[in-house]
């Protein structure tokens, strides 16, 4: 009994592949208009309805496979980055992924239209049963375009986390053979792996001796930020360079003392100007103090 339901919902569902094909210059012609292909290629409709037979062949494709509820069919891979920029245009334009979804499911009525003007009136039960089988694949085309949708939204949320990363922790050079990161907020393993990246980038690009990491915006300092800054210290070293931390407030230092945190082995400055006049001492170049105003000469 299973294998007969079997065989007839595949030859159901072969049966609308063949269909899809058949009808595939009007479905495109009609899904042209649509809002979804309308407002995504606005240059030339003949771009639209080729975007559009692009999809009608892969849905004719999976239901030749008879893989009507199978979103990882072969035949959608072939227009799942074509859906996820289309998705990603209409989420540009301010519709969520639930009224992109309402857009996608729109497209089937158009089909089912041409679906029953294409079988005969006696044919009722087939029709029934391909109509059916298009809502099927009709839903599946629409779980395949959220997928694509929030994959899409993820790896841009991933890639403007690390735009931001790279923001936040500019690498400055303060002199010849000096550079900086000036480190603002908490200070996280993602973020730490950015700054020794950025940093030892930097001491090859500047032939830098000289490594100042400034902490005075960081707001606290545990065992975590801690082993962090020690880890950035050590890579510095093995490029050749000094480390210096700076910014060291007394609630830190205090804070660093009740952890039991080691940090003998790092140079450590109280502010960034301290740690630049440590580095320029340490080239031999002298730095002396302002003069105050109205102080003559000696």
Known sequence: MQVAEHDTAL????????FLERRREQIAQRWADAALFRTVFTVSRDEAVEACKA???ALAEVARTGRLEDV??????????????????????GQNPSQIADEIAGLREPVGALLRADFDEDAVERTHACLVALTVLMGTLRLVVLQTTVHAGEELIARQREQLLE?????????????AVPLIGTLDSARSQVVMENLLEAI?????????L???????????VAQHLMKTVAAARLMGAECIVSGIR???AQTIVHLGIDLGSI??????????AHALTRQGIVVSPRPAAGASAP
Request: proline content about 5%; glycine content about 10%; charged content about 20%.
């Open 214 to 224: 400034d902490i005075t915006g960081v707001p606290t300092v545990d065992s975590l």
């Open 204 to 212: 090859v690009g500047q032939r830098a001796r000289y490594a100042i």
């Open 11 to 18: 030859g159901t569902a072969q049966e609308l592949g063949a």
């Open 55 to 57: 999809v009608v062949d």
């Open 267 to 276: 140079t450590t400055r109280a502010s960034l100007a301290d740690a630049l």
């Open 167 to 179: 923001v936040a922790t500019p690498v400055i050079r303060l002199w010849e053979g000096i550079v």
């Open 250 to 252: 007394p609630a830190i």
């Open 72 to 93: 990882t069919a072969p035949g959608f891979g072939a227009v799942r980055d074509q859906l996820g920029r289309m998705s990603a245009s209409r989420s540009r334009a």
